[in-house]
């Protein structure tokens, strides 16, 4: 009979490099990782919105403003008797008329919403804009009376005046009720006599 030794099996296991798949730690980080990034990048691009929002909600109020300010330079100068005809600004024949004006939505001269009327008239509704564009915005007018004073300013006075200071404001009202002005205008007009 032979003498047998048993053979002894041994398992190897494979070394470090060739383990294969990632263990708990590796996820947890990676997953931080990837949520920190992802926050940072939330975070700019909220900034970026609001940014162009703001940009947005200005171009309109300038161009508001500019629409209103032309139409009242557009009038004539005030005389001492003249008073305001008619209904709305249809009826504003002077600058004077327009002191105190305020309305939200912002109007056309008309009386109609701006973006509902064309120069034909009543704009179809497919090329309106939606109404909330407008609906938070408000057109502001002061008509101050003033004279010249030395230097740069000017006096506010009750009596005539021979020139007028005009402040166009466009406010903008949020969802949370603040209102912010966006923007505004001021001219100086003045009653120069024509020569015959």
Known sequence: MQNRTPHLVTRTTPPAIMRRGIT?????????????????????????????????????ANGLADQLMDEIASVKFPSATTTATGVGRTGFDDIDDYNGYSVSPP???????????????????????????????????????????????????????PLRRVTVTISYTDAQGVTTPLASQIRVFSNVAVAP
Not at 35 to 55: H, N, R, W
Not at 115 to 144: C, H, I, K, M, W
């Open 107 to 161: 109007q056309a001269r008309s009386g109609a919403v701006i973006g509902t009327e064309d120069a034909a008239g009543t704009r179809p509704v497919s090329f309106r804009p939606d109404p909330r564009l407008y609906s938070r915005y408000r057109q502001q007018v002061t008509v101050e009376k003033i004279t010249e004073s030395t230097g740069t300013s000017w006096n506010t006075v009750t009596t005539a005046a």
């Open 24 to 60: 708990l730690v590796e996820t947890v980080i990676a997953i931080s990782l990837t949520t920190f990034a992802a926050g940072a990048l939330l975070t700019s691009l909220t900034s970026t919105i609001q940014v162009g929002t703001d940009a947005f909600r200005t171009s309109i």
